[in-house]
């Protein structure tokens, strides 16, 4: 089955303390990206990867780090988290350039809380 | 700059009746338009998208838009409301360069009354 998967779907971590969100998908598809969605916010774009070793900063990049290592997975660093990155956070892909119009693929989303 | 406007953070229908879930858009060119449903705890799922072609486009679940360039708006609509209708909407529009980021609206969430 296509899909992107998420883990963990749910966090509770501290001030300070590293996380790494994980996130794969299995279409082989070249570009991924991080939001995050807040109520009354809808969804900001946090980073995104064009392809392996490509990615660059979306409209809330501060507090977070990303890497493209593998076509498959793009990980999301929170080196030291903060209350105000409490949120829900989703992972998703696309074929990319040449692909289909554009369309996304979502995970599930990660729901963190940091206290 | 694009940006997607969603008027209406909360409708509330009957079931059985008419949906209609307001999208406008503003873009320097003709972008590519999406609705997203996220029932609760889970992630987006694609309703319709609007690329280029016919305006009207079809869905799942019998929703449908229309792509209105004069008016810049992708309006949602579905006949008849069902319960199981009951979720978060979201309208994108995909922003044309590089980037391939989607532009969300603030999301409309729909209240189906038994």
């Known amino acids: 089955e296509a899909q992107v998967t998420q883990n963990p779907r749910y966090l509770i971590t501290v001030t300070g303390k590293k996380l790494t969100v994980t996130c794969s998908q299995n279409?082989?598809?070249?570009?991924m990206s991080w939001y995050r969605q807040d109520p009354g916010l809808g969804l900001r774009q946090i980073y995104y990867?064009?392809?392996?070793?490509?990615?660059d900063k979306g409209d809330v990049p501060e507090g977070y780090k990303v890497s493209r290592k593998e076509k498959r997975n793009f990980p999301l660093i929170l080196e030291s988290p903060s209350p105000n990155q409490t949120s829900l956070y989703f992972c998703?892909?696309?074929?990319?350039?040449?692909?289909?119009?554009?369309?996304?693929?979502f995970g599930p989303g990660t729901r963190l809380t940091v206290t | 700059a694009q940006s997607v406007t969603q008027l209406g953070s909360h409708v509330s229908v009957s079931e059985g009746a008419l949906v209609l879930l307001r999208c406008n858009y503003s873009?320097?060119?003709?972008?590519?338009l999406f609705w997203y449903v996220q029932y609760p705890n889970q992630g987006l799922q694609l309703l319709l998208k609007?690329?280029?072609?016919?305006?009207l486009v079809k869905g799942i679940n019998g929703f449908e838009a229309e792509f209105k360039k004069s008016e810049t708006s992708f309006h949602l609509t579905k006949p008849s409301a069902h319960m199981s209708d009951a979720a978060e909407y979201f309208c994108?529009?995909?922003?044309?360069?590089?980037?391939?980021?989607?532009?969300f609206g603030s999301g409309t969430r729909l209240l189906v009354r038994p």
């Open positions: 873009s320097s060119v003709p972008p590519y």
């Open positions: 990867s064009m392809n392996v070793e490509v990615t």
């Open positions: 279409m082989n598809h070249e570009y």
């Open positions: 609007y690329t280029t072609g016919a305006t």
């Open positions: 998703a892909s696309s074929q990319g350039e040449g692909g289909s119009s554009y369309e996304q693929y």
């Open positions: 994108a529009v995909t922003r044309m360069d590089s980037s391939y980021k989607l532009i």
